[in-house]
């Protein structure tokens, strides 16, 4: 632990952090977690995919802390995609090196893919708890494991910050080299590089050729998941099978999933199936939204989509994506949906929930609305009541009346931009 610890804190020699490491470009998200990293106590959790930058965002938050004038001693980072027998062991090493007293100095403490600790939440509580000479910042890429757990031990005691991919505005500041302006004005900028927006939405990777783009995902995002981290922290794992079926749901995007049809078709137990796309979820290669009913057991026995966790992941495998699917992707991936609604021949793609209200959104690969193709919107809209409709689609913002309804259609391009 002695050596890599002095590799990941090179700052202990140097005062300082590389430029490759804290990236010069700031993403829209690190300003409110510094915001919030500079006036409360709590822990900072960063979740989300790999390679979307959350290493990056620790090692911009220990440059300003280096720049502010904090001893780089009283920092320590560490990555637990090395071994390490606990955070305890960690520090009582990190007091061998340094001589930090790290149970009475002010110590910055930053814990890189945590979820491969076990145990780790209980840790963090425990000195939390007793010592707030201590600030933490934390990351994970098993989002639901990482989210149970600070449920379970850290409740109260942490701020949750998901890192997604690039918006469609960060990726045209990378990609051009300079800070946008307004979409009115950017407009056309943005337009013209939506085609390789969807498919490179990671940091790194913004300049690279298509080839590559598929390689690094491949390599670095899905594979890394299958055969590592899960095998990793589930030993039943089968990551064949855990292929199998990213590959179905990368390829099939926004698949209504018949678990006995699919347990049939791959000869594995209906149960199996379902633990093993919990770990999908669980790693942040797909999203499950689940069909609405008002009753939570009707809604439990109807046919859940499955949808990538970015349509990014889908390019990395096959050029015949389906882009009407691909642009309900963005836009799932935009707004978190929870539902969609099938009833019979009427489907509307997303529904937000909340309490009793509820907002429709349609999804259309197009530049101009059709009412013919809006009817099973306007059906749900009647149903249940509702006063306003949302379709998402190609064109400029404006607002359609229909009787006593009202349908907003929003720019996807804007939508994405923001």
């Not at 409110?32 to 989300?48: A, N, R, S, V």
């Not at 009913?293 to 015949?320: G, V, W």
């Not at 836009?331 to 529904?351: A, I, P, Q, S, T």
Request: with cysteine; aromatic share 14%; charged share 30%.
């Amino acid at each position: 632990m002695y050596e890599s610890m002095l590799l990941q804190n090179q700052w202990w020699e140097s005062d300082k952090i590389s430029e490759e490491k804290a990236k010069p470009y700031r993403r829209e998200v690190f300003w409110d977690i510094m915001e919030t990293f500079q006036k409360y106590k709590q822990i900072i959790m960063l979740t989300g995919l790999r390679r979307v930058g959350k290493t990056t965002i620790m090692y911009q938050i220990i440059e300003h802390l280096l720049k502010n004038g904090v001893n780089s001693k009283n920092i320590l980072y560490f990555s637990f995609d090395l071994p390490s027998e606990g955070i305890i062991d960690l520090l009582k090493e990190y007091r061998n090196i340094t001589k930090v007293d790290w149970k009475k100095d002010k110590v910055y403490l930053f814990l890189d893919e945590i979820h491969k600790l076990k145990n780790w939440s209980s840790e963090l509580k425990l000195l939390y708890d007793n010592l707030p000479n201590l600030k933490i910042v934390i990351s994970g890429s098993a989002g639901i494991n990482l989210e149970r757990d600070a449920i379970k031990n850290l409740a109260g005691r942490h701020f949750k910050y998901e890192i997604k991919p690039l918006s469609l505005k960060e990726f045209a500041e990378l990609y051009y080299g300079r800070k946008m302006k307004s979409y009115s004005i950017e407009s056309m900028n943005v337009e013209a590089i939506f085609n390789e927006y969807i498919r490179k939405p990671f940091p790194e990777v913004v300049h690279y050729d298509y080839g590559k783009v598929k390689e690094y995902i491949q390599s670095f995002v899905v594979e890394k998941v299958l055969f590592s981290d899960l095998v990793d922290i589930f030993p039943k794992t089968d990551p064949y099978l855990l292929k199998a079926l990213s590959k179905l749901f990368l390829k099939e995007i926004g698949l209504i999933l018949n678990i006995s049809h699919l347990s049939e078709k791959l000869h594995v137990s209906k149960e199996n199936i379902r633990h093993h796309l919990f770990l999908l979820e669980f790693s942040k290669l797909i999203k499950t939204i689940r069909n609405y009913r008002p009753s939570f057991f009707a809604e439990s026995r109807k046919m859940p989509k499955i949808y990538p966790y970015h349509p990014s992941l889908s390019y990395a495998y096959y050029d015949d994506v389906d882009l009407d699917k691909v642009v309900e992707n963005l836009v799932l991936d935009r707004f978190e949906f929870k539902h969609y609604f099938r009833e019979r021949n009427r489907e509307v793609d997303f529904l937000k929930v909340e309490g009793k209200n509820m907002l429709p959104v349609e999804v259309k690969n197009t530049k101009n609305i059709d009412m013919d193709k809006l009817k099973s919107l306007v059906w749900f809209m009647e149903k249940f009541n509702v006063g306003e409709g949302w379709v998402v689609y190609l064109g400029e913002d404006k607002t359609l009346k229909f009787n006593n309804y009202k349908i907003r259609c929003v720019s996807l391009y804007k939508l994405l931009y923001h």
